[in-house]
C-alpha cells in the first residue's frame, strides 16, 4: 500500500470508530486527494478546532472557494458541528476526515464526482 492509502485507512477508521459513521470510501479518497501534499505534513494535515484563524481558513479556503457555498454564519456553525462530532478533546483531526464530514454535512459530494 502507498503512503496515501495508509492515510486514506487511518481517516476511515477515525470516521467509524471517533466519530461513528461508516466512510463512503470513493469520497473519503477523492476529499483526500483534494488535500494534496497537505496530508504529509504534520502541522498542515491537522485541523487545529480551538484556533480561530485556523477555524476562518477552513471556511474560506474549503467551504467558500472549494465547496462553492456563499459566506454565512452557517458555515462557521457546521464547522463547530464537525468538530463537536469528532471531538474536541480529540488533539489530532485530520483534514481529510474534517473536510469529508463538511462535504457529507453540505451535500456537496458531486463536487468531487
Same mark, same amino acid.
Given at each position: !500500500?502507498?503512503? &496515501?492509502?495508509? *492515510? ?6 477515525? *470516521?467509524? =470508530?471517533?466519530?461513528? !459513521?461508516?466512510?463512503? !470510501?470513493?469520497? *473519503? %479518497?477523492?476529499? %483526500?486527494? @483534494?488535500? @494534496? ?8 494535515? %491537522? #485541523? ?8 476562518? %481558513? #477552513? ?8 465547496? @462553492? ?5 452557517? *458555515?462557521?456553525?457546521? $464547522? =463547530?458541528? #464537525? $468538530?463537536?462530532?469528532? @471531538? &474536541?478533546?480529540? &488533539? =489530532?483531526? =485530520? &483534514?481529510? #476526515?474534517?473536510?469529508? !464530514? ?8 458531486? $463536487?468531487?464526482?
Amino acid at each position: !500500500m502507498s503512503k &496515501r492509502d495508509d *492515510l486514506i485507512a487511518k481517516y476511515a477508521d477515525d *470516521l467509524r =470508530h471517533k466519530c461513528k !459513521m461508516e466512510p463512503d !470510501m470513493g469520497l *473519503l %479518497t477523492k476529499v %483526500t486527494i @483534494g488535500c @494534496g501534499p497537505a496530508i504529509y505534513n504534520a502541522d498542515s494535515s %491537522t #485541523v487545529a478546532g480551538s484556533d480561530v484563524g485556523e477555524l476562518e %481558513t #477552513v471556511k474560506n479556503n474549503f467551504l467558500v472557494k472549494k465547496l @462553492g457555498l456563499a459566506d454565512s454564519p452557517a *458555515l462557521m456553525d457546521a $464547522i =463547530h458541528a #464537525v $468538530i463537536e462530532t469528532y @471531538g &474536541r478533546s480529540e &488533539r =489530532h483531526k =485530520h &483534514r481529510a #476526515v474534517v473536510y469529508y !464530514m463538511l462535504t457529507k454535512h453540505f451535500g456537496k459530494e458531486a $463536487i468531487y464526482g
